[in-house]
Structure formats: C-alpha cells, structure tokens
C-alpha cells in the first residue's frame, strides 16, 4: 500500500460511562488515539427508520500496524471531519495494517 494514501486523519472515540452520587449514568466520548490512514470507497444501502429515509454506508479505514490501535473494536466511534463512523469489526495482519470496518448513518449519527 503507498504510502500516500494514508492522508486522513482520524480521532478514535471511546465512550466513558461516569456514575454520579445518585447512581446516574452519563456517557461521555472521549479521544482514544488520532491516526493517519486510508478510507475506502463507501458501499451504500438505504432502510426506513421511524419514518425516515436513512441511508447506511459501510466502510474500511486502513491504518498502519500499532499495539496501542488493538484495543479498538465495536465500543469505539471514529471522526473524521464532521463525519461520525461505529467501528463494526476490525482485523489486523501480520504487523503491517489494521482494517477497521465502520458504518456511517447519514441522517442519524451527523444530523443530518
């Protein structure tokens, strides 16, 4: 893979549960790690949602091989400017890359 192509930069967000005296539970997403990497062409689907057009695109984030990165999985989000990604799934080779599969929600996630 060119080196080139990685020319975006990603903020990974982990969700932080704080509870409060009374027992509350309040989310919060935090910053996990800021990478480069590499994002693929979308694959598209549209459903219904309460009424509402919305529109799901799958994607794949490459980034290069990093121990700290491992941790990343279902729990996390990525962004990417003003775009907001749920990590799926991801799967790393032999110490080279790590294949992030996210899904956006146009209408949903950004508000759109």
Known sequence: MNAGNFDKRF????????VD???GVSDQWVKYAVRWGFLENPKATESFSENKDLERRDYTITIRYDETMLKVDGGFR????DRTFEVLSTLH????FIFISCREYVGLLNGN
Do not use: C, V
Request: glycine fraction near 6%; charged fraction near 35%; hydrophobic fraction near 20%.
């Open 11 to 18: 903020t990974f967000l982990e969700l932080d549960q704080t």
């Open 21 to 23: 005296d009374y027992g």
């Open 78 to 81: 990525i962004q990417y400017n």
């Open 93 to 96: 080779d032999e110490r080279d």
